[in-house]
T-cell receptor, first 118, second 113 residues
Framework: AQSVTQLDSQVPVFEEAPVELRCNYS??????LFWYVQYPNQGLQLLLKYLSGSTLVKGINGFEAEFNKSQTSFHLRKPSVHISDTAEYFCAVSDQYAGGTSYGKLTFGQGTILTVHP | DGGITQSPKYLFRKEGQNVTLSCEQNLNHDAMYWYRQDPGQGLRLIYYSQIVNDFQKGDIAEGYSVSREKKESFPLTVTSAQKNPTAFYLC????????????FGQGTRLTVV
C-alpha cells in the first residue's frame, strides 16, 4: 500500500519570498510522483510530474520539485511567490507497476494550503 | 476542446434520497475515477474503472455505486446508505497505460440537508 504525507497543512508566506511545500511518500514499489494545485471550488490542475530521468522537475507557474529516492521525498519549491499562487497544493503518487491492483490509482496527501500575503 | 465535464456544479438533496453525479469526458481516455474531498483529508478514491463495463472499489466505496456503460461516461450514485454524503466530488480520467497523468473535472459540491 502507498501513502503520502504532506508535512505542513498550512504555509503562510509574504509575496516574493521563496516557499517549499514538503511531501514524503511510502511505497513497496517504484512510483510516479505528482503535484497538483486546486483553487477554491475548482478541480485539480497538474503542476508537474516525475516519471523518470532527471530528479529535478520543472512545472508550470515557476514551480519545481526534486525527487529524492533515498529520503522518499518530493518537495515542491518556488523561488518567489505571487499573490496568485494562493491555493491548496496536493502531492500524489502512483504505482509504476503495470497490472497491479493499485495500478492507475493516484494516492493523495492531505493537502497544503499556501497563503501568500502582500 | 477536450476535457472532463462534471454536472451539476452544486447539488442539494434531502437526507435519505439517492443522487447521481454526472461525469463525461471526450479525451478518449480508458480509465476514469471518482474521488471524494473533505477538508484536511485530501482526496480519497471511491471507485475507478479501467475499461467499459468494468469497475473496482476504491478506498471508500461503501454507500456509493457506479456504472461504466460507455467509455465517455462514469456516473456516480450517492445512495442513502452513505452516512456522510456532504462533500466535494471530483471525477478524473487518464490513459490506461504505463505512462499517464490524470485530468480532473471541476467538481460537484453535494450538500445533503
Amino acid at each position: 500500500a502507498q501513502s503520502v504525507t504532506q508535512l505542513d497543512s498550512q504555509v503562510p508566506v509574504f509575496e516574493e519570498a521563496p516557499v517549499e511545500l514538503r511531501c514524503n511518500y511510502s511505497s513497496s514499489v517504484s512510483v510516479y510522483l505528482f503535484w497538483y494545485v486546486q483553487y477554491p471550488n475548482q478541480g485539480l490542475q497538474l503542476l508537474l510530474k516525475y516519471l523518470s530521468g532527471s530528479t529535478l522537475v520543472k512545472g508550470i507557474n515557476g514551480f519545481e520539485a526534486e525527487f529524492n529516492k533515498s529520503q522518499t521525498s518530493f518537495h515542491l519549491r518556488k523561488p518567489s511567490v505571487h499573490i496568485s499562487d494562493t491555493a491548496e497544493y496536493f502531492c500524489a503518487v502512483s504505482d509504476q507497476y503495470a497490472g497491479g491492483t493499485s495500478y492507475g490509482k493516484l494516492t493523495f496527501g492531505q493537502g497544503t494550503i499556501l497563503t501568500v500575503h502582500p | 476542446d477536450g476535457g472532463i465535464t462534471q454536472s451539476p456544479k452544486y447539488l442539494f438533496r434531502k437526507e435519505g434520497q439517492n443522487v447521481t453525479l454526472s461525469c463525461e469526458q471526450n479525451l478518449n481516455h480508458d480509465a476514469m475515477y471518482w474521488y471524494r474531498q473533505d477538508p484536511g483529508q485530501g482526496l480519497r478514491l471511491i471507485y475507478y474503472s479501467q475499461i467499459v463495463n468494468d469497475f473496482q472499489k476504491g478506498d471508500i466505496a461503501e454507500g456509493y455505486s457506479v456504472s461504466r456503460e460507455k467509455k465517455e461516461s462514469f456516473p456516480l450514485t450517492v445512495t442513502s446508505a452513505q452516512k456522510n454524503p456532504t462533500a466535494f466530488y471530483l471525477c478524473a480520467s487518464s490513459i490506461a497505460n504505463r505512462l499517464y497523468e490524470a485530468f480532473f473535472g471541476q467538481g460537484t459540491r453535494l450538500t445533503v440537508v
